[in-house]
C-alpha cells in the first residue's frame, strides 16, 4: 500500500476532505466528558467548592480544598441515540441508531500534606480519565434529485487537469470506474448523472465514529490561610480517532445510464498533545467562594491516515462497467502530520454553602461560567517537518480560514446543587451550551442541553457516587457539498446520549 504526504496534493484536493479536516477543529476542542459521578451530577458546577477529583481537569485551585488524601475510579456506561432525516425527502421516517459504549471517567490520587505555615496545605494531585467521547453511530436514506457524481463532475473540472492528475481519493476512483469522462481525451469531464436531468437517485449512508480524547493530568495546589487556593495542573493529552462512511446510491427506475455507486471512507487521526490550567479560588466568608480558572491551548501533535475505496455499476458506450464491491477502486494510503492548538478557555465560579458541620441537613449550590471560542482553534505545520512547501502552507491556511469562517465563541453555563442528609447526598443540575456555528441552519437547533441527577454516600474513609446525565443537541450533516439547490443532501440529526457514572472513592 502506497504512502505519501497528503499536502503534496494540495492542488487536487476536493473540497469535502478540506471540511472534514476543519470539521476536527470543534470535534477535539469540545472537552464535556464529565471526570466523576459528583462532577456530573452537579453539571460541573464545582469550579469554586474543589475537593473533588474533577479539579484537575478544571479548576486546579479546588485541589487545594482537600484536607485528606484520597484515591478514586470513575467508571463510566454510555448510550447514544441519533435520529437522522434527510430533508429532501421528509415523508420517510427518521433513521435511528444506538451506541452502547464504555468510558472511564477517570482514576486519580490526591496526597493532601499539612503545613506548619501560612500555607496550611500543599496537595498533590494525579488523575487519568476521558475529557472528550467520539463513539456514535448514525444513518440517512432517502431519494432525491441529484448525485455524488454531479459532485464528483464538479470538482474533476474545477481540477482543470488530465485524468492521472486529478484528486485520487475521489475524481480519479469516478473516472477508473466510468461514472465521470473526458471525451475529448482533455481536462473536461462529464459525468453519468447531471444536474440539469434532475433525475430521482435513492441516496443512503452509514457513518460510525470512535475514540476519544485520554489525558493525564500533575497537579500542585496550595491552600493560604483557609482564604486563598491556587493551583495549576499539567495536562498529557492522548487522541483517537476513527472515522467510517460508507454511501450508496441507486437509480431506482433502471432508464438511465448510471446505476448504482458506492462509496467508502476510512479516516484515522492519532496524537499527542500538552495544555497547562491554572486557576483560584477566594473564599469571601465562611459561605461564599468565588472562582477563576484559565486553560491554555492544547497543543497536539497529529497524524492522519485516509483511505477511499469506490465501487458501482454504470452504462459506458453501451457496454455495462461493473466495479464489485469486493474488488473496488481503491485509493493510495494518505499519511500526513500536522499541529492542532484548540482554543483558550477561561471560567469564573460562584459557591455558596449553608449549614454547618453538625447540622443533619447542608448543602451547595454553585454557578459556572465558560467561554471559548472555537474560532480560534488552528492548524500549523510541523516545525521539524523539512518538506513542507509553499502548497502545503497554503492547505493549512485555507483550513484555518475554513474554521474561521464555520464557528464562533461559545458560552457554556453550568448550575449545580448538592444537600447532604446525614451520610446521603443528593445532587442535581442543568447545563447549557451556546452554538459554537457562526451561522445557524433553519430548523437545527445548535444548543447542548444537559440535565444530571445523582446521589451518594458519604463515611469518613469511603464514599460512593452514581449519577446519571441525559445530553440533547442537534446538528446538520451532509455527506458532500451541494452544487445546486437540486443536487443537496442536507440531513437534520437530533443526538441524546444518556451517562451512567459510578465513582468509588477512600480517603486515607
Same mark, same amino acid.
Given at each position: 500500500?502506497?504512502?505519501?504526504?497528503?499536502?503534496?496534493?494540495?492542488?487536487? @484536493?476536493?473540497?469535502?476532505?478540506?471540511?472534514?479536516?476543519?470539521?476536527?477543529?470543534?470535534?477535539?476542542? #469540545?472537552?464535556?466528558?464529565?471526570?466523576?459521578?459528583?462532577?456530573?451530577?452537579?453539571?460541573?458546577? =464545582?469550579? *469554586? !467548592?474543589?475537593?473533588?477529583?474533577?479539579?484537575?481537569?478544571?479548576?486546579?485551585?479546588?485541589?487545594?480544598?482537600? /484536607?485528606?488524601?484520597?484515591?478514586?475510579?470513575?467508571?463510566?456506561?454510555?448510550?447514544?441515540?441519533?435520529?437522522?432525516?434527510? !430533508?429532501?425527502?421528509?415523508?420517510?421516517?427518521?433513521?435511528?441508531?444506538?451506541?452502547?459504549?464504555?468510558?472511564?471517567?477517570?482514576?486519580?490520587?490526591?496526597?493532601?500534606?499539612?503545613?506548619?505555615?501560612?500555607?496550611?496545605?500543599?496537595?498533590?494531585?494525579?488523575?487519568?480519565?476521558?475529557?472528550?467521547?467520539?463513539?456514535?453511530?448514525?444513518?440517512?436514506?432517502?431519494?432525491?434529485?441529484?448525485?455524488?457524481?454531479?459532485?464528483?463532475?464538479?470538482?474533476?473540472?474545477?481540477?482543470?487537469?488530465?485524468?492521472?492528475?486529478?484528486?485520487? @481519493? #475521489?475524481? /480519479?476512483?469516478?473516472?477508473?470506474?466510468?461514472?465521470?469522462?473526458?471525451?475529448?481525451?482533455?481536462?473536461?469531464?462529464?459525468?453519468?448523472?447531471?444536474?440539469?436531468? /434532475? *433525475?430521482?437517485?435513492?441516496?443512503?449512508?452509514?457513518?460510525?465514529?470512535?475514540?476519544?480524547?485520554?489525558?493525564?493530568?500533575?497537579?500542585?495546589?496550595?491552600?493560604?490561610?483557609?482564604?486563598?487556593?491556587?493551583?495549576?495542573?499539567?495536562?498529557?493529552?492522548?487522541?483517537?480517532?476513527?472515522?467510517?462512511?460508507?454511501?450508496?446510491?441507486?437509480?431506482?427506475?433502471?432508464?438511465?445510464?448510471?446505476?448504482?455507486?458506492?462509496?467508502?471512507?476510512?479516516?484515522?487521526?492519532?496524537?499527542?498533545?500538552?495544555?497547562?490550567? !491554572?486557576? !483560584?479560588?477566594?473564599?469571601?466568608?465562611?459561605?461564599?467562594?468565588?472562582?477563576?480558572?484559565?486553560?491554555?491551548?492544547?497543543?497536539?501533535?497529529?497524524?492522519?491516515?485516509?483511505?477511499?475505496?469506490?465501487?458501482?455499476?454504470?452504462?459506458?458506450?453501451?457496454?455495462?462497467?461493473?466495479?464489485?464491491?469486493? #474488488?473496488?477502486?481503491?485509493?493510495?494510503?494518505?499519511?500526513?502530520?500536522?499541529?492542532? @492548538?484548540?482554543?483558550?478557555?477561561?471560567?469564573?465560579?460562584?459557591?455558596?454553602?449553608?449549614?454547618?458541620?453538625?447540622?443533619?441537613?447542608?448543602?451547595?449550590?454553585?454557578?459556572?461560567?465558560?467561554?471559548?471560542?472555537?474560532?480560534?482553534?488552528?492548524?500549523?505545520?510541523?516545525?521539524?517537518?523539512?518538506?513542507?512547501?509553499?502548497?502545503?502552507?497554503?492547505?493549512?491556511?485555507?483550513?484555518?480560514?475554513?474554521?474561521?469562517?464555520?464557528?464562533?465563541?461559545?458560552?457554556?453555563?453550568?448550575?449545580?446543587?448538592?444537600?447532604?442528609?446525614?451520610?446521603?447526598?443528593?445532587? *442535581?443540575?442543568?447545563?447549557?451550551?451556546?452554538?459554537?456555528?457562526?451561522?445557524?441552519?433553519?430548523?437545527?437547533?445548535? =444548543?447542548?442541553?444537559?440535565?444530571? *441527577?445523582?446521589?451518594?454516600?458519604?463515611?469518613?474513609?469511603?464514599? @460512593?457516587?452514581?449519577?446519571?446525565?441525559?445530553?440533547?443537541?442537534?446538528? #446538520?450533516?451532509?455527506?458532500?457539498?451541494?452544487?445546486?439547490?437540486?443536487?443537496?443532501?442536507?440531513?437534520?440529526?437530533?443526538?441524546?446520549?444518556?451517562?451512567?457514572?459510578?465513582?468509588?472513592?477512600? /480517603?486515607?
Amino acid at each position: 500500500m502506497n504512502k505519501f504526504s497528503l499536502f503534496v496534493f494540495f492542488s487536487i @484536493f476536493s473540497s469535502a476532505l478540506m471540511a472534514q479536516i476543519s470539521s476536527d477543529a470543534l470535534l477535539f476542542s #469540545e472537552r464535556l466528558q464529565p471526570n466523576t459521578a459528583r462532577s456530573m451530577a452537579v453539571g460541573g458546577a =464545582l469550579g *469554586a !467548592l474543589g475537593a473533588d477529583m474533577s479539579s484537575l481537569n478544571g479548576n486546579p485551585a479546588g485541589l487545594a480544598v482537600y /484536607r485528606g488524601s484520597e484515591f478514586s475510579i470513575s467508571p463510566g456506561l454510555q448510550f447514544a441515540n441519533i435520529q437522522s432525516q434527510f !430533508l429532501a425527502d421528509s415523508t420517510l421516517p427518521r433513521s435511528s441508531n444506538n451506541r452502547l459504549s464504555f468510558n472511564l471517567g477517570s482514576v486519580g490520587l490526591v496526597l493532601a500534606q499539612e503545613q506548619s505555615t501560612d500555607w496550611r496545605y500543599v496537595n498533590f494531585g494525579l488523575s487519568f480519565g476521558r475529557t472528550a467521547s467520539f463513539n456514535r453511530t448514525y444513518s440517512f436514506s432517502g431519494t432525491s434529485t441529484g448525485s455524488r457524481i454531479i459532485n464528483f463532475t464538479q470538482e474533476a473540472n474545477a481540477a482543470n487537469a488530465l485524468p492521472d492528475d486529478l484528486d485520487p @481519493f #475521489e475524481e /480519479r476512483l469516478a473516472w477508473d470506474a466510468y461514472f465521470i469522462d473526458n471525451p475529448g481525451g482533455g481536462s473536461d469531464y462529464v459525468g453519468s448523472v447531471v444536474d440539469s436531468n /434532475r *433525475a430521482y437517485i435513492q441516496k443512503s449512508q452509514l457513518v460510525r465514529q470512535s475514540g476519544g480524547i485520554n489525558e493525564l493530568n500533575i497537579a500542585l495546589a496550595g491552600n493560604y490561610k483557609n482564604r486563598l487556593y491556587i493551583g495549576g495542573s499539567l495536562g498529557i493529552t492522548f487522541l483517537n480517532f476513527r472515522d467510517f462512511r460508507s454511501y450508496s446510491e441507486t437509480e431506482p427506475t433502471g432508464n438511465m445510464d448510471f446505476k448504482s455507486l458506492n462509496f467508502d471512507e476510512i479516516r484515522t487521526v492519532k496524537g499527542t498533545g500538552i495544555n497547562l490550567k !491554572l486557576g !483560584l479560588i477566594y473564599r469571601v466568608n465562611k459561605r461564599l467562594r468565588v472562582g477563576l480558572s484559565m486553560h491554555t491551548p492544547t497543543a497536539m501533535s497529529l497524524t492522519e491516515n485516509l483511505d477511499t475505496e469506490l465501487s458501482g455499476a454504470v452504462v459506458w458506450n453501451d457496454t455495462l462497467r461493473e466495479t464489485s464491491a469486493t #474488488e473496488p477502486w481503491v485509493s493510495p494510503t494518505a499519511e500526513y502530520k500536522q499541529d492542532f @492548538f484548540s482554543p483558550w478557555v477561561f471560567a469564573l465560579s460562584m459557591g455558596h454553602t449553608f449549614g454547618g458541620k453538625t447540622d443533619p441537613i447542608k448543602g451547595y449550590l454553585g454557578i459556572d461560567g465558560e467561554y471559548l471560542n472555537y474560532a480560534g482553534s488552528s492548524y500549523a505545520l510541523q516545525a521539524s517537518d523539512e518538506n513542507a512547501t509553499a502548497g502545503d502552507q497554503a492547505f493549512i491556511d485555507a483550513v484555518n480560514n475554513a474554521i474561521t469562517d464555520t464557528y464562533q465563541g461559545a458560552y457554556r453555563l453550568r448550575v449545580g446543587g448538592e444537600i447532604a442528609i446525614n451520610s446521603l447526598r443528593l445532587r *442535581a443540575s442543568y447545563r447549557l451550551q451556546s452554538s459554537p456555528y457562526l451561522d445557524q441552519v433553519k430548523g437545527v437547533n445548535d =444548543l447542548r442541553h444537559d440535565i444530571t *441527577a445523582g446521589f451518594g454516600f458519604r463515611q469518613e474513609h469511603v464514599f @460512593f457516587d452514581l449519577s446519571y446525565m441525559r445530553s440533547i443537541r442537534d446538528f #446538520e450533516y451532509s455527506p458532500y457539498y451541494a452544487t445546486s439547490s437540486y443536487n443537496n443532501p442536507r440531513t437534520s440529526n437530533s443526538e441524546t446520549i444518556g451517562l451512567f457514572m459510578m465513582t468509588l472513592g477512600f /480517603r486515607f
